[in-house]
């Protein structure tokens, strides 16, 4: 179930069109460091996942554009978005059809989405065409 999540989440990343472009967001490059995933939200049935702090951790390297995933969630119900493991990712402040600041792509152009800081939370906003918002703190 878990894959086919999985699956269906990179899809519906491709058909991102905009995102928040609230003025409280920072224009910086966020995609550093520990971030822990504590809630996802979105999906075809409105999923909202909470997780506890440090259940799942990105470990974001700016330098080597990885993300190093260690996901310790045993809740096969609940959307955590990716496995253990690391992926590739890319960020952009060219100005795009998403309406971002800032943009990252996961796993060489597997999908496309915001990424901001806002109230002292990483948010990663794909929330278009059903698709999931997920909130790190660090």
Known sequence: MKKLLFVSVI???FM???????????????????WKLINV???????????????IIWDFDALNHLVTVVNNN?????????????YIFQTSFTPNAMGCGETITFDDGAGMACIYIENEKLIINSLINDSFKLTFIN
């Open 74 to 86: 045993t809740d096969t119900s609940a959307i955590d978005y990716f496995e253990t493991g690391s």
């Open 11 to 13: 899809l519906q990343l």
């Open 41 to 55: 939200q979105g999906g075809i049935p409105g999923s909202n996942y909470d997780f506890t702090p440090g259940l």
């Open 16 to 34: 991102l069109i905009s995102c928040n472009s609230d003025s409280s967001t920072t224009p910086q490059t966020v995609a550093t460091g520990q």
